[in-house]
């Protein structure tokens, strides 16, 4: 059976999203007509976070949201980790960065037929997925909803007893050029913050991870005594190292990793003094 092409829009010349959204309309009225399965208009789909790696972590309203779908998609590892929730009725859609586009074209077929879909996320949408995000948009032809999740970030910052407003969060987790992330977490490291960053785990040819890392922020002046932390498999069979940026250079970790280097200078308390104690009574 011929079945008409979906617009996935231009990676150079990006289409308005009104026209990709139109394109697409159309699309799926003409794969209705084709299949027999007609289009029934704009319903649920939904992106969730799922959290670090361990399901007690996942929130309540993503387990429901998972536990009504008709669809669950989602990279293997994450749908590993939600595999108890998904109801035996429903249709499961795996993924993996080489096919991704073609299963979330998949995945909005089935949104656009009716059905109630759910894209699993590890961690937190907008800490380390928004990329994804993206492609899931341009395959449906229209903005999605998202319920947020809890970031191995958030999971780091709680173990480290770090708080964000000391501290940034850089993720090279992402497709495209990371220079202008690199010296953003120069210039994080000048003006005395915290950094919890998420390294870039793909092929050699892109690979930047804790040893990467650390090595670039040395060549660029940053201080070697910088103490840094480097956490893997956070929620799950967690294994942390203590260092410093220095010692972190010479270091391998495995993908499931994330860092922390912090300030050589932390901020003092800025609450109010304590109170003195009260005189013991004669």
């Not at 010296?183 to 913050?193: I, S």
Request: with cysteine.
């Amino acid at each position: 059976m011929l079945v008409p092409k979906l617009w996935l829009g231009n990676p150079v010349h990006e289409a308005p999203a009104w026209e990709r959204a139109r394109k697409n309309e159309q699309y799926f009225s003409k794969y209705g007509q084709l299949t027999g399965c007609p289009y029934k208009g704009t319903i649920m789909i939904i992106c969730i976070g799922a959290g670090p790696g361990d399901v007690a972590y996942l929130t309540q309203r993503g387990a429901e949201l998972i536990r009504n779908a008709d669809v669950v998609a989602g990279f293997d590892a994450v749908i590993n980790v939600v595999q108890s929730l998904i109801p035996d009725t429903a249709q499961t859609v795996l993924m993996n960065y080489r096919d991704q586009t073609e299963q979330l074209a998949q995945v909005a077929i089935e949104h656009h037929a009716g059905k109630n879909c759910v894209v699993v996320f590890m961690g937190d949408i907008h800490f380390s997925g928004f990329q994804y995000l993206e492609r899931v948009e341009r395959a449906c032809g229209h903005p999605v909803e998202t319920v947020p999740g809890i970031s191995s970030a958030q999971i780091l910052a709680s173990r480290a007893k770090v708080c964000f407003d000391e501290t940034t969060f850089i993720t090279f987790h992402r497709r495209g050029d990371l220079d202008p992330f690199k010296r953003h977490l120069v210039h994080v490291l000048q003006d005395q913050r915290n950094a919890i960053v998420i390294p870039c785990p793909w092929d050699a040819a892109r690979s930047f991870m804790p040893r990467h890392i650390a090595a670039y922020l040395l060549e660029q002046g940053i201080s070697p005594d910088h103490p840094t932390e480097v956490w893997e498999n956070l929620t799950r069979s967690e294994a942390e190292w203590h260092g410093t940026l220095a010692d972190c250079a010479t270091k391998e970790f495995s993908d499931m990793s994330i860092m922390l280097i912090r300030t050589r200078t932390p901020m003092s308390s800025q609450i109010e003094p304590a109170m003195e104690p009260l005189p013991d009574a004669d």
